[in-house]
Structure formats: structure tokens, C-alpha cells
């Protein structure tokens, strides 16, 4: 039945309009102006010119990717705004070929043939008349009689004619099966002239294949067109898709029985499953490694890690004399037997791990150690983030960097540097490593030259990288990398109760409230319930920690929810410390988001031309325009178009989002609402980035389950083993 349907499908005519639902009507006109555009191109609103009347229409809606001038066929209903009045609100929409001799100059001399300027339009359509597209699209050899057209010409405009042509068949296509037209487009850029016979024969693979398309997506469209329950296909499309989310939740791999048991929840047919599976394994699409199953791409990405720190610590790098007195005496500092151990293991290890909880002297061990490193040659310091590399050049008294541009990232096309362009320097020192993913670790070492000196400074009990892997937490599990592992809480740092209640919840006991509430820098506030602890927050960051430690409420509190979501999560606590500490900022909305002028905001992702990092916190400084003005670390920065995507609020920010960032004060809710999230490295991580404040809101059962569990710290990755194994081989050699 199911290639009857398929077979059924290659004979449809693509030219015939998508299937409308009842009571839907179909326009055809010109696109004569767009008055808004949001900024992911999904909602347009534009003046339309119905084809045969005089009075424009407003249309509203799915118009992505359409532009003025085009004739268009737009699909939907007339409704009546209230605040706007009549507009046609558009559910598909596709830009049509021109017809009338007019229309067809106007639109070969619009910008939709490069090839083609206005004067070649013209001697075109003076020859052809009306039929100039069938020509271009049926003969195009016949170009050729009008002057001024060769060979190479002739062949550049019949391909950009034919990609319209293809664009809209595959449109009309996938809006037929129930696409969106912005979807819809995402598909077309990806597939080109094949998106059709493609998406009929196998519509699965998008969910691999096309950013934002998901095996739900993938299967609707299956099933549109005649794909069944069993069919292998989706069984595979299935396998990878959980695959992939779980390298989204951390794991490089899925062990083969918890990958049928989520396979069968979401398809409900274990036996196609595991058919399937095994075929797939077969094929070499899958890896099974002793019941481990691994994407391919994870798989070699894993394994290359291994063989390339291997190499690493194959060969020997010189001797490094540190002169620890000198060292003491320049600076003032008296080093402890354990940072004396540390630094004569990093005098001979080509790669080392060195960690350790706050208060235990990482940092003066780089310090010691880049003091005699700089002498003997170039020294590449980096750090995951912008805030924790500039932490790191304020710890250090040196340059660093963050990791993607020390490796010379670039968008869209990945790391500059590797084998045949590695870093030029006698040793890399990285600071929270904890944050390093196994793509990210890959990425250095492709870069790292054999007999060059590898420092991973970090935090293991931190949280681990948002990507795939534990690297930091394997290279110890190991035992094939040299490491050392700071214990001892120096006499300082015994003085902050920050520093003392961080390791007792790291030995699972819950934190304890201070005795001295008068001397002390961490606080525990009970609140019965998320409402009150929202409430308490409010009060806390507007009014009471201000007024006590003579901290300013927007640049020196940070609130670090465990989740997103809730009456206490990020979103909701964003929006009631923006009314509480900004509420008459000018409004300064931009699409979905509601911003005001004064906001305290985050970049989200890296932006290498404005240097503004992932974590970066700025504030909305006006509005501009097409967007805002930002000041980040006293620069003003405009945000239009799509780098305003790139902007939340940050009152309050997820504990992940925290990750290599320090704030002079933090406030924490810990309630049973985030009970999925409740973790000991997570509460130990939000405890572990405030210097001088720290403050717990929420519910003594579950900070106590935040202290106690470790089991969403389990992640399912192969490098440890792979590492120990490594070391086995070179013993027995």
C-alpha cells in the first residue's frame, strides 16, 4: 500500500495549488508594499493588488520569503481587525510567474534574474512577447537570437529561471502537505531543484538534514504523504532523532536497551525498532559498541579525542625549572605542599588536569606557573566564554582569550585552526575546562602540536558542558592524564561561609544556615511556597540586599534559577524584576520581546564582530530605527534584525547560562517546582559564583534532594574508557 501511495505521488501535478480547507479562499495579485516584517520572516504584514481590481488589500500572516513586485497566490479568509479593519489573513502563500508582457519585463528587470538588467529585459520581451518564460524554461537555446546573449549567458539565465520555477513547484509542494511557508522555504534552501523528488521518497531525512525540522515535523509530512506506522524509515528517522536529543541532555551514546525503551515510547512498535536498529548498524549508519549506540559523527568524534590525546602525551616536552621561591618573592605568596606538588607535575606532563573547589588555590598555581612558562616562550591562555576569559586575564595579570577565538572560529565554517595551521605557542592553558564539550575538546587538540605543554584548569564537580560529554570529569575518571586534585580550603577562604557551605553540599550534606548572621556572606530564606519565594526575591534584590551591603541592584545582584519555566523560574522572575527595578523604562519592544530602555540584558551567543560574548551581561542604553543601543563594558552597540535574537533579559538567567561567571551577589531559588532539576552539581555551581553574597530562597526538602542527588549528573559517554584503555597498551608495550 505504501508504494502504491509513493508511486500514486510522483504522477501528481505539481502545478495545481495546494488543497484548500473549507470555507478558504485563494487570491492571485502583485505584492505592492511590505509595511512589517517580524524578524524570523514568519508574519509579514503587506498591500496586495488583487489581480483585475483597482483597490489594494491589507494581507497578514505566512508570507515568508515574498517580496514587492512579485505576483503572489495568497490562501486564507477575510476578517474583520478590530483595531485594523479589513485584511485577508494569509495561511499559504507562493509567488506566481508573471503572465502579461508588462509583467513579465517588470519582473525579469526586478532583481529575480541577476543576469538579466532592465535593458536586456526589454529587447527580451520585445522578441517573445508574453511567452518569454515558457521560452527560457521550455527552449532556451532560442535566447541565443536576441543580441547581446551567448552561450555562457543564455545557460546562467535559463538555470536562475529554472531555480524560481523550482522554487515555487516545491513550495506549492510542501504547503500542500501542510508546511509552513517559512518551513517550507528553510527545506527548499537545503534541497534545491531536488526538494520535491527528495522529500517524496524519503521525508525523514529532514529531520536530519534541515536546521529546524524535527522527526514530529518530518513524520507529519510523512504521513501526508502515505507513509505507514511500520515502516523502516521512520524507524530509523526515529533512532537518530533520539539519539540526537540525547546528545542535547549530554550523552555521546544511548545504551541499546534504554534506546529501544525510548523508541518504543515514541513509535510504540519494538520489534520494527529493533529490525531496524540492527540494519542500521549493518549499514554503518548506527555504531555499536559493546551495547553503547553512537551516532556515527559522535562516535568518530570520540574516538579521535583518544587517539589525539594519546598522542599528546606520547611525546615528551622539555623539562619546566619553576623557581617557586623566586615566585614567592615576587609576589608576596607562600605556596602550600599541595600547589608545590601540582606545579613539579606540571614541570614534566605535556598534558595535565588540574582541579579543585573554590578556596583550594587554582589559581595560584596558574599564576606560579605562567610566571616561569612566559619566560621559555609563547603562552595561549582561553577559557570556554567571554566572562570566564576575561576572569581569567583579571586572575592572571595576562591576555586570554576565549577558546572559539583563539582557534580562529568563524560561522559557517568552523575552527581555522588544525593540523596544517596549529597555535604557535610552547603551551595552552584552558580555565574551566568543566565547560569544554567533546566537540569543543576536539577542536583544540586539532590545533594543540605534539610537544606542546596542555593545562585543563576547572572545577570538576561543577556542572558539565551544555554539548555532548563530561571531558574534564573522564580525563580524571581515566587515570591515563596526569592530574591533581585541590582538597585543602586555605585559611582565607575558611573565613567565607560561601567557601565552607559550597564543599559540605559536595559531601551531600545540605547547607546550614549561618550563626553569625551579622559577619556572614551566604544566607538560607525559607519560603513555603513558590509564590512567597518570588515575592521574597523581589523584596531581596529591590530593597534589602541593597540597602544592607551597598550592592546596586541591577549590576551587582544576579538571580540563578534552575529552570526556565515556573512561578520561580527565569522568564517569570525576569518579568517581575523588570517591573520592580525598571518600571519606567521607555518601551522598547522589538518583535515578541518586551524590552524597556534601562533593561539589564544577556547575549546568548557568540558575536565575533561586535565581541560580545555567550553570558555577557549589558544594558539597553535607547532605542534606534531598526533596533536598540546596548552598552556592554562601556562600549554602545546596535542590535538590529536578527542579532536581536541574540538579547534576553537577565534580571534573573538559568544556573547553566552562570557558567564561568562570578557576580558580586547571587540570589538562588531552590524549590520542589524544580524538582527535575534538583541536583548537587547544579546547587553547588549557582552557590560557587558569588564573591561576596550568597542567598538560598526556597524549601529546606529541596535544597536537602538538591545536596543529596547525583543521578542526572550521569552521563553516557565512552572517553574514559577509551583513555584507560590507551594507558593499558602503552603498559604492556
Known amino acids: 500500500m505504501i ?35 517580524s524578524e524570523d520572516d514568519r508574519f509579514v504584514v503587506a498591500v496586495v493588488t488583487p489581480d483585475g481590481q483597482s483597490q489594494p488589500i491589507r494581507a497578514v500572516g505566512e508570507l515568508a520569503g515574498l517580496h514587492e513586485g512579485e505576483r503572489v497566490r495568497l490562501m486564507g479568509d477575510h476578517r474583520l481587525d478590530p483595531r485594523h479593519g479589513p485584511q485577508f489573513r494569509v495561511v499559504a502563500a507562493y509567488p506566481l510567474l508573471p503572465q502579461t508582457k508588462q509583467a513579465v519585463q517588470s519582473w525579469l528587470a526586478g532583481g529575480h534574474v541577476k543576469s538579466v538588467g532592465p535593458k536586456l529585459a526589454e529587447r527580451l520581451v520585445a522578441w517573445f512577447g508574453e511567452k518569454t518564460l515558457h521560452v527560457i524554461l521550455d527552449a532556451p537555446e532560442r535566447l541565443e537570437e536576441v543580441e547581446g546573449i551567448g552561450p555562457k549567458r543564455r545557460r546562467e539565465i535559463a538555470s536562475q529561471v529554472h531555480e524560481r520555477a523550482h522554487q515555487r513547484d516545491a513550495l506549492i509542494f510542501l504547503q500542500s502537505l501542510g508546511v509552513q511557508a517559512g518551513t517550507a522555504r528553510r527545506i527548499f534552501k537545503r534541497y534545491e531543484a531536488k526538494t520535491i ?165 587554582k589559581t595560584t598555581i596558574v599564576r606560579a606557573l605562567l610566571h616561569q612558562l612566559q619566560s621559555e616562550g609563547a603562552v595561549a591562555l582561553a577559557a570556554p566564554t567571554g566572562r570566564a576569559a576575561r576572569r581569567m586575564a583579571e586572575a592572571t595579570g595576562s591576555e586570554a582569550s576565549t577558546l572559539h577565538r583563539l582557534l580562529g572560529y568563524r560561522p559557517g565554517e568552523g575552527f581555522r585552526r588544525d593540523d596544517d595551521d596549529p597555535l604557535d605557542a610552547r ?173 539589564k540584558v544577556m547575549q546568548v551567543r557568540n558575536d565575533y564582530d561586535k565581541e560580545v560574548f555567550n553570558g555577557d551581561l549589558g544594558r539597553i542604553e535607547g532605542v ?5 543601543v546596548v552598552r556592554f563594558d562601556g562600549r554602545l552597540l546596535d542590535y538590529e534584525g536578527e542579532a536581536l535574537d541574540n ?43 558569588g564573591k561576596r553574597l550568597v542567598v538560598l530562597v526556597g524549601q529546606p526538602r529541596a535544597i536537602g534532594r538538591a545536596a543529596r542527588n547525583v543521578e542526572g549528573t550521569l552521563r553516557h559517554t565512552g572517553l574514559a574508557a577509551r583513555l584507560a584503555a590507551l594507558g593499558d597498551a602503552e603498559a604492556r608495550r
Not at 580524571?476 to 564543599?503: D, N
Not at 534606534?624 to 536598540?628: I, N, P, R, V, Y
Not at 538579547?647 to 562570578?662: I, P, R
Open 197 to 361: 523528488p527528495l522529500v517524496r521518497e524519503n521525508p525523514y531525512r529532514m529531520a536530519e538534514e534541515v536546521a529546524g525540522i524535527g522527526f514530529a515535523t518530518a513524520d507529519r509530512i510523512a504521513r501526508a504523504l502515505g507513509f505507514g506506522e511500520r515502516d523502516p524509515a521512520r524507524a530509523a528517522a526515529a533512532l537518530v532523532h533520539l539519539l540526537a536529543r540525547a546528545g542535547e541532555e549530554g550523552h555521546v551514546f544511548l545504551p541499546r536497551d534504554e534506546l529501544l525503551s525510548r523508541a518504543d515510547t515514541l513509535l510504540g512498535d519494538v520489534e520494527v525498532v529493533t529490525a531496524v536498529l540492527d540494519a542500521c548498524i549493518a549499514e554503518g549508519r548506527l555504531i555499536d559498541q559493546g551495547g553503547a549506540i553512537y551516532l556515527e559523527s559522535s562516535y568518530n568524534i570520540e574516538v579521535e579525542i583518544a587517539e589525539r590525546l594519546g598522542h599528546l602525551l606520547a611525546v615528551a616536552v622539555p623539562p619546566l625549572r619553576v623557581d617557586v621561591q623566586r615566585f614567592e618573592a615576587d609576589t608576596g605568596m607562600q605556596l602550600a605542599p599541595a600547589q608545590r606538588a601540582a606545579l613539579d607535575l606540571a614541570a614534566t606532563a605535556s598534558v595535565m588536569v588540574l582541579t579543585g573547589g573554590p578556596g583550594t588555590g
Open 427 to 599: 603551551a595552552v592553558v584552558i580555565d574551566e575546562a568543566s565547560m569544554v564539550d567533546q566537540v569543543l575538546m576536539l577542536a583544540l587538540l586539532r590545533a594543540v602540536q605534539p610537544g606542546t605543554r596542555l593545562v585543563l584548569v576547572g572545577d570538576a564537580d561543577q556542572l558539565p558542558s551544555v554539548g555532548a560529554g563530561n571531558v574534564l570529569a573522564d580525563l580524571l575518571a581515566a587515570q591515563t592524564v596526569p592530574h591533581v586534585r585541590l582538597t585543602e580550603i586555605f585559611r582565607q577562604a575558611q573565613q567565607s561561609r560561601i567557601v565552607v557551605e559550597a564543599h559540605r553540599i559536595l559531601a551531600g550534606a545540605p547547607p546550614r544556615p549561618p550563626r553569625d548572621p551579622d559577619s556572614s556572606d551566604f544566607f538560607l530564606v525559607r519560603a513555603a511556597d513558590p509564590a512567597r519565594a518570588a515575592d521574597l526575591i523581589r523584596t531581596m534584590v529591590a530593597e534589602r540586599i541593597p540597602a544592607r551591603f551597598g550592592l546596586h541592584p541591577i549590576d551587582d545582584i544576579q538571580v540563578l534559577a534552575p529552570m526556565h519555566r515556573g512561578v520561580c523560574g527565569a522568564q517569570q522572575l525576569n518579568t517581575l524584576l523588570q517591573d520592580a527595578l525598571n518600571p519606567d523604562g521607555a518601551p522598547a519592544e522589538r518583535g515578541k520581546k518586551r524590552f524597556r530602555v534601562g533593561d
Open 647 to 689: 538579547l534576553v533579559l537577565a534580571y534573573a538567567c538559568s544556573v547553566h547560562k552562570s557558567q564561568g561567571s562570578e557576580y558580586p551577589a547571587v540570589v538562588v531559588p531552590v524549590l520542589t517546582e524544580h524538582w527535575v532539576m534538583l541536583q548537587r552539581n547544579l546547587l553547588y555551581t549557582a552557590m560557587t559564583r
Open 624 to 628: 534606534s530605527a531598526k533596533g536598540l
Open 3 to 37: 508504494a502504491a501511495a509513493r508511486r500514486i505521488c510522483y504522477h501528481l501535478d505539481m502545478r495545481a495549488p495546494p488543497d484548500q480547507a473549507a470555507g478558504q479562499q485563494t487570491i492571485d495579485g502583485v505584492l505592492d508594499r511590505v509595511l512589517y516584517r
